[in-house]
């Protein structure tokens, strides 16, 4: 499994105060003895050290990596290797930005596929579009998290798949309220800052989504209905008076 684009920060230290960084491999070791290599990155001006630890019951093969002195920042890469008594061998690049020293999160931007839903009261949010997250670059996001949409009744949810570039934010229920709700997006990412982008939801009114006309039509229906049984119910007393009159002359 090739690792994600690795972000070396100079902001965030190691215990040691070194600059560092840590990827994990997950990977199906082979069953025979095997060895593994990887190329240290000069990560600052002074002296990078690096291990390969391995983890053999999970699967997992960490790359460490940490350097002494001021951060180098720049573009690099470092290819880590595996190779067997069976006579496989695996290799992969690890692509590595050594941040400003200011640090990373400022490099960082979320955008949305989607800025905007509009629905009618009632509607189903399933059929919406999903809202795809879009990265500036491929930086690694930790969390997400969604506004609420509250205020505008019903009953939605929102499910969000990984926190990731290209990964998708759905929602379900219904909405009542007509009116306009921003909600926020927000993806915190490895450094714990975090990135905001927000979708305006818009509950149209019943009379713009056709809906008051169909109840004022059955509305309508229903008085014209009463009024002709009232308007029956005249007639059949003003006979019945007619009538009366008539006999009283007899």
Sequence with gaps: MTPAHTWVDPTHPNDNGRVWFNVDFHFPFPDTHWVSHASAPRLTDGVTHCQLVK???????????EATGTAAPGELSSTVQIRSEGGDNFAWTVP???????GCSDLFELSLSETSWEVCPGEDLASLEPVEYLFNVDWNAAEVRVGSLAAAGGDPA??????????????????QNPGSYPVDVTLTDEFGA???ATIDVTVKTAAACGQLAATGSALDRTAALAAGMLGLIGLG??????AGRRAARR
């Excluded at 983890?55 to 990596?65: A, G, H, M, Q, S």
């Design 55 to 65: 983890d053999t019951p999970n699967e997992i093969l960490t790359f460490r990596c």
């Design 96 to 102: 590595i930005t050594v941040c400003p020293l200011t």
């Design 158 to 175: 929102f499910f969000s798949g990984p926190p990731a570039n290209g990964s998708t934010l759905t929602a379900t229920g219904s909405l």
């Design 194 to 196: 975090d990135h905001t």
């Design 237 to 242: 007393a003003t006979a019945m008076v007619a």
